[in-house]
Nanobody, 125 residues
Framework: QVQLVESGGGLVQAGGSLRLSCAAS????????VGWFRQGPGKEREFVAA????????DYTDSVKGRFTISREHAKNTVYLQMNNLKPEDTAEYYC??????????????????WGQGTQVTVSS
């Protein structure tokens, strides 16, 4: 079993930065790929970024490339999402999730085995 807890969300002005954290419990977490998804009001859940269990393979949705960086720190069982140059359209609830096989279909939220409770990010213009 893996339990995930997100933190780091908040209210920020456009152009600002936030760093989201996804802290995990469970000794096997280091073997999981991890993704970040977001869901804005009235919108479908959207893939944001993901990385494999090593942290060496990463993927981003086009709208955040060059602004967001996903990384992981195995010693702390934590995955981060550094978000720079935030835009109002980044406003959403952000969720981290873990999956056993990053290489199969990490873009598909249905492939993920465990989810956190979410953290709200609000970007004002």
């Amino acid at each position: 079993q893996v339990q995930l807890v997100e933190s780091g969300g908040g209210l920020v002005q456009a152009g600002g930065s936030l760093r989201l954290s996804c802290a995990a419990s469970g000794r096997t977490f280091s073997l999981y790929g991890v993704g970040w998804f977001r869901q804005g009001p009235g919108k479908e859940r959207e893939f944001v970024a993901a990385l494999d269990w090593r942290g060496s393979n990463t993927d981003y949705t086009d709208s955040v490339k060059g602004r967001f960086t996903i990384s992981r720190e195995h010693a702390k069982n934590t995955v981060y999402l550094q978000m720079n140059n935030l835009k109002p359209e980044d406003t959403a609830e952000y969720y981290c999730a873990a999956l056993t096989d990053y290489y199969s279909d990490h873009l598909n939220f249905r492939k993920y085995n465990y989810w956190g409770q979410g953290t709200q990010v609000t970007v004002s213009s």
